[in-house]
């Protein structure tokens, strides 16, 4: 009997997010079934069955990573051929018994923001440098945090592809906090927010209501733990590749024919 870590990257699209439930198609749902039809588990409880973290419906991952103990081989691509196309495993590392995946070193998430022209990117960037460090993040979640104190080790804005990116690294995150900094971003990219006013957002006393980003725009791109190296699968990695240039050619093609029709519409006396 060993225990095994599997990196996992998904699509979020079309799933109600990470979390198995009921009745309705989630990423661990689809991972459950797959690891029974590998016989890799039989009984999560018994197995040891563990996540790194639950992502929200429409949020993506690279990164994501599982853990379970098991006595069978276990080959990725094996597993992989149980799954929906837009979840693959990626990785994997055998680990200590011990191991809790949810006590990661570092998470990395990334926020795309399709840039409007209207985004003032230097003020983004300034504004970057009053997360970093240790804060009360109770105004980037919800107020029945128990403990809404979060480290930023490091958070970068540039633009890539005719977007803007936000790169956020920490140990750990609340429920929404990503997606609401992305959002206090766009908001100061748009001149909405002013960078003197960014430190009352870590006043607790101080009620801030920031709507989040869309989901949509968010991957959870790695998770990082001390003295574990993950393997990646060549073939798993390049079949993914295939996968999401299949959709983004796809999505391109909507794009454009959207694009034609609101010009078409546009023109219309």
Same mark, same amino acid.
């Given at each position: 009997?060993?225990? #095994? ?5 998904y699509?979020g ?46 949020? &993506? ?7 379970f103990?098991?006595?069978e081989k +276990?080959?990725? =691509? ?17 680990v !200590? ?9 570092? /998470?990395h ?6 840039d409007d %022209?209207?985004?003032?990117? =230097?003020?983004?960037k ?8 240790? &804060?009360?993040f ?8 128990? =403990?809404? #104190? ?10 890539? %592809?005719?977007?803007v990116?936000?790169? +956020? #690294?920490?140990?750990?995150f ?5 997606r ?7 908001? +100061? ?5 002013d ?6 957002l ?6 801030a209501?920031?709507? !989040?980003?869309? !989901? ?5 791109m %790695? ?13 798993a /990695? ?10 983004y /050619?796809? =999505? /391109? ?5 959207e ?5 078409g ?5």
């Amino acid at each position: 009997m060993r225990k #095994v870590a599997l990196k996992v990257a998904y699509i979020g699209t079309d799933f109600h997010g990470f979390q198995r439930q009921q009745d309705v198609d989630t990423v661990e749902g689809k991972l459950i079934e797959a690891l029974k039809a590998a016989n890799l588990i039989d009984n999560l409880k018994d197995s040891g069955y563990s996540i790194a973290g639950r992502t929200d419906r429409g949020v &993506h991952a690279l990164g994501n990573v599982i853990s379970f103990r098991t006595s069978e081989k +276990v080959v990725l =691509n094996q597993i992989n051929d149980y799954l929906p196309k837009s979840i693959r495993i990626l990785a994997k590392a055998w680990v !200590p018994f011990g191991f809790k995946p949810r006590f990661a070193k570092s /998470r990395h998430y990334r926020y795309i923001i399709v840039d409007d %022209d209207n985004l003032n990117i =230097n003020k983004m960037k300034k504004s970057s440098k009053f997360f970093e460090g240790t &804060h009360d993040f109770s105004n980037f979640s919800k107020r029945s945090e128990r =403990n809404p #104190v979060r480290t930023i080790e490091k958070i970068e804005v540039f633009e890539a %592809d005719d977007c803007v990116v936000m790169d +956020v #690294v920490g140990e750990s995150f609340l429920w929404n906090m990503v997606r609401k900094i992305a959002s206090v971003f766009f908001s +100061v990219g748009r001149d909405e927010l002013d960078l003197n006013e960014l430190e009352k957002l870590f006043d607790s006393s101080f009620t801030a209501a920031i709507t !989040p980003m869309q !989901p949509e725009g968010l991957i959870l791109m %790695d998770t990082i733990y001390e003295n574990i190296k993950f393997k990646h699968d060549e073939y798993a /990695r390049k079949k993914f590749i295939s996968i999401l240039n299949e959709g983004y /050619r796809y =999505n /391109r093609t909507i794009s454009a024919v959207e694009k034609t029709m609101i010009n078409g519409l546009n023109t219309v006396i």
